[in-house]
């Protein structure tokens, strides 16, 4: 299974960004998909997770109303659109399958990461 983050980067506070998750070697609609983030001497930690189907979601509580999680079975592919991007938000965002959750241990499948960095 092979996971790979892109559309990180540097923005302003208050900018948007688009990150994608695009996912080969497993039936993609088979498995949840969550987003998760670390920031430099923190823990990963839970940002965003969406079901096999779309249907279900469920976000972190500093992220609702700012962030959008969705996915395109078709394309193999998870989206995560930032809004309102603060410089808390600043970490290496990854991507990963499993089972429908906001724990690490739902999911045993990770990307590389992506950085995000928001400044002030």
């Known amino acids: 299974v092979q996971l790979e983050e892109s559309g990180g980067g540097l923005v302003q506070d208050g900018d948007s960004l688009r990150l994608t998750c695009a996912a080969s070697?497993?039936?993609?609609?088979?498995?949840?998909i969550g987003w998760f983030r670390q920031a430099p001497g923190k823990e990963r930690e839970f940002v965003a997770t969406i079901s096999q189907s779309g249907i279900s979601t469920y976000y972190t509580n500093s992220v609702k109303g700012r962030f959008t999680i969705s996915r395109d079975n078709a394309k193999n592919t998870v989206y995560l659109q930032m809004n309102s991007l603060k410089p808390e938000d600043t970490a290496v965002y990854y991507c990963a399958t499993g089972k429908f959750g906001s724990s690490r241990g739902s999911y045993d499948y990770w990307g590389q990461g992506t950085q995000v960095t928001v400044s002030s």
């Open positions: 070697g497993r039936t993609f609609s088979d498995y949840a």
